[in-house]
């Protein structure tokens, strides 16, 4: 595992080898009318999605410390009504959470700006990485989904916030803060991109 001096352009790297098929997409999110924007937004990314978990950090105790990339792990999109649902990409689990459409571009670009503060991470600002798919992080489509977990005395809370790029790209943060029996908490942030 190597830290120290790392640069990863990840999020820039998923943008760029998805650039092709911009201008090939039969649907462009960025600048919906906001009274379309949650039924476009349901119908197009409704589907199985490859979850891309990359570099993140964590605080415990008060000391930082950094996480490399997780496995990849999948996720399902699933119309119900007029709601959009996920499920839970951890392996084995079969819990759905419901996706709120909207948000504010404020909670990924505050979880990026995290990520970059640590000292041997550094990774594409958000808006930079909402340009390089011609959009802004203001006229892309936010989604949002949260909820909690526990087990065994431990209890983690968690919170999604992506921005939709394009109909097969998906890209922002996981932030979680996990607390239990034991004295102290640990809460940390991770760059998450979906793909199909």
């Known amino acids: 595992m190597m830290f120290m001096g790392t640069r990863t352009a990840f999020v ?20 919906l009318d906001p009274a379309q ?13 490859t979850v891309k978990n990359g570099l993140g950090m964590f605080t415990i105790m008060g000391d930082a410390m950094p996480m490399p990339p997780d496995a990849d792990a999948a996720a399902d999109f699933v119309l ?17 959470y419901l996706v709120r459409i909207g948000g504010t571009d404020g909670e990924i670009a505050e979880a990026f700006d995290k990520l970059n503060a640590f000292p041997t991470i550094s990774i594409i600002p958000a ?15 936010h ?6 977990l526990s087990m065994d ?39 998450i991109t979906l793909r199909r």
Do not use: H, Y
């Open 80 to 96: 119900k009504g007029d709601e959009l649902w996920v499920t839970d990409w951890a392996e084995g689990s079969d819990r759905e």
């Open 153 to 191: 005395g431990t209890v983690l809370q968690f919170q999604a916030d992506l921005m939709v790029l394009e109909e097969n790209l998906m890209t922002g943060a996981m932030t979680f803060l996990m607390t239990g029996d034991s004295p102290g908490f640990l809460d940390g942030v991770r760059q």
């Open 127 to 141: 808006e930079d990485v909402a340009t390089v798919a011609g959009c802004t992080l203001a006229d892309a489509p």
């Open 12 to 31: 820039l790297a998923a943008a760029l080898s998805g650039s092709a098929a911009f201008a090939q997409d039969t649907w462009n999110p960025c600048g």
């Open 143 to 148: 989604l949002q989904l949260s909820g909690t």
């Open 37 to 49: 924007m949650a039924q476009e937004v349901r119908e197009n990314i409704a589907g199985s999605w």
